[in-house]
């Protein structure tokens, strides 16, 4: 059977009006969104793609840092788009949605300096996973950025236990290669070099990870004996 063209947020389309409370109390939120924010540094002038941005909480943490940067939330799901676009809305904030699946990102080849994604990657199966890193690695400039906050491999036999809960409302098939730690070798797998485990956080649903990868630069053009050609 085909997978959905997107997954509503908690799995159920009923939930979505939920979702913010839920992520809030099962997954350390302000923690993990602080250290992602850090991690991606976001500066003005800066284009920045949030893939699966659900109800728009870190795009527009994204924006309120980096004023002048361009930030894009993508989602499949009109629903928490309506969210999102209401909260920036509300702060005052002009950010671009999309509502668009992450496996054929409607956007030119090296458009962003950055990429983020934050409890994403654990709704799509092995394959999808694949082809939405694939897309990412496309649209990202040379030398740009992935940021990933995600479930990642359980620190403890409780984490492990604790993730059943996820497993249990997001279905085993899609969160295998989470709980397995897999992710890192998806993203050097699309192409990415630097791919690492930056942070790693006990929540009470489990051990949830953030992730930091590159697209490589250009290559530098070489003469066939090796030297450097300058740029002219």
């Not at 894009?72 to 668009?100: C, E, H, M, N, S």
């Not at 054929?104 to 950055?114: G, S, T, Y």
């Not at 906050?149 to 989470?178: C, E, I, K, Y």
Request: charged share 20%.
């Amino acid at each position: 059977m085909a997978e959905p063209t997107y997954i509503p947020a908690l799995s159920y389309a009923f939930l979505t009006r939920w979702y913010d409370v839920v992520v809030r109390w099962t997954t350390r939120e302000t923690v993990f969104r602080h250290a992602l924010l850090s991690q991606v540094a976001p500066k003005d002038g800066h284009r920045i793609l949030d893939v699966g941005c659900g109800t728009g909480s870190f795009a527009v943490q994204l924006k309120l840092a980096a004023p002048g940067a361009e930030v894009t939330g993508l989602d499949g799901d009109a629903a928490v788009l309506t969210i999102a676009r209401d909260k920036a809305r509300r702060a005052g904030l002009d950010l671009a949605w999309v509502q668009f699946s992450a496996l054929n990102l409607p956007f030119p080849d090296a458009r962003f300096h950055a990429v983020v994604s934050s409890l994403f990657f654990h709704h799509l199966s092995l394959e999808n996973k694949g082809r939405a890193l694939a897309e990412i690695w496309r649209i990202l400039e040379p030398g740009g950025e992935l940021h990933i906050a995600d479930w990642g491999r359980p620190r403890n036999p409780l984490m492990r236990a604790a993730f059943l809960s996820v497993q249990l409302l997001d279905g085993f098939n899609t969160t295998r290669d989470n709980v397995a730690g897999r992710l890192p070798e998806l993203i050097a797998q699309a192409g990415f070099v630097g791919t690492e485990e930056t942070k790693r956080l006990a929540t009470p649903c489990g051990s949830l990870s953030l992730y930091r990868a590159y697209k490589p630069p250009r290559a530098t053009p070489q003469r066939p004996d090796g030297d450097v050609l300058s740029a002219r």
